[in-house]
């Protein structure tokens, strides 16, 4: 969808320290970025600062070409529906919201669309990354099953997720759809999960396993000491990995018994992968209890981990039955096993949101032209 489109979206990767602008066509870039310094503290300064950016794009792309819209994520609280930007804890000067939208559309005169990062990554997914790349593999492998749902988490700073349904994204009526973040942490009730499954959450554990003091350890520090290229406790190392795996395990699993749908992974974190997966699809395989003794799976669907070439083989294994139709010369095939799977984002995080920005954009314009 949209790999062959020439129209021109113009985007920004809106980081704490710097902004990067691009242009984007058929989901590639089609000029040099230009780099900004962050202005964090002066709201006009920044939004200046931002359109700046864009025009300087702008005259770099080639004779003829025009930008149709800007798109791209940025951090909230916001309102994104209506491009309002609200107290973001890292930009003190955007206390009380700014319309950004608004003021990049009256400065180029084109839509604006702005979403948070979590959604964008989930739509860039599944519209140019993991859902294509697993209904491509299962088309190959000869099974009728196709996925048009999808669950993408960030595993970074933050807890971040978004949700695409049947190709379009799940906003919800206040903007909070698929915002996995503030769910319970239930190895910590009274805490929200995204203390789990963050960052500070690896070094936390790793400090709390190992007796060391972590905090100038990143965590690719953490999964070199995983990977024994690092000095330090690797038990521990790969322990806080697995641990922020069962964390976010849980989330995940109270939103696919609502999403149904694949689940992509991406984020700095997901570098630790080979820890994070077998123990996210392990705890996806648990099992809840009733009063009466009875025992049911915490999904409906069998979590396979698709990293792994045994497991991705079984997920690809056609899965369907022939049941007779009762007092009737027909049969109907149907699937017996419920599946889906967990898979690491072959984009990368910046590349799934970067597809998910110019892809977005497009099906807005193209939803007001129906």
Known sequence: MYESDNRVVLTLDAGGTNFVFSAIRAYGSIVEPVHRKAV???????????????????????????????????????????????DLPNFPGF?????????????????????????LFAYGEALAGTLPRINAALAEAGSPARYRNLLGITLGT????????????????NGCGGDVWLMRNTKYPDMIAEEGVSVRAVRRVYQELSGRNSDDLSPKDIFDIAEGVKDGDRKAAEGSFRELG??????????LNIVDGIVA??????????????????????????????????????????????????????????????????????????????????????????????????????????
Do not use: W
Request: hydrophobic share 45%; glycine share 14%.
């Open 265 to 370: 992974v991406g984020g700095g974190v997901a570098g630790a992968s080979k820890y994070i997966l077998p123990a996210m699809v392990e705890r996806l395989g648990s099992t809840l209890s009733t009063f009466a003794g009875g025992s049911f799976p915490c999904t409906q669907m069998k979590v396979y981990n698709l990293e792994d070439t045994a497991q991705m083989g079984e997920f690809l294994r056609d899965g369907t039955r022939t049941v007779g139709v009762q007092g009737k010369d027909l049969s109907v095939r149907y699937r017996k096993v419920k599946k889906t799977g967990v898979a690491v984002s072959r984009l990368g995080a910046s590349g799934a949101i970067f597809h998910g920005a110019y892809a977005f954009a497009l099906s807005q314009l193209d939803a007001k032209t129906k």
């Open 95 to 119: 206390r009380g919201g700014v319309a950004m939208a608004a003021y990049l559309e009256d400065e180029f005169s084109i839509p604006v669309f702005i979403n948070n990062d979590g959604n």
């Open 40 to 86: 964090a503290d002066d709201a006009l300064a920044c939004l200046k600062c931002i359109t700046e950016g864009f025009r300087e794009v702008v005259a770099r792309l080639p004779e003829g070409m025009t930008p149709v819209a800007i798109s791209f994520a940025f951090p909230g609280p916001a309102d994104y529906e209506a491009g309002v930007l609200g």
């Open 246 to 255: 069962r964390t976010a395990a849980d989330a995940v699993a109270n939103a």
């Open 158 to 173: 933050g807890f971040g997720a978004g949700v695409v349904i049947d190709g379009r994204l799940l906003s919800g009526d």
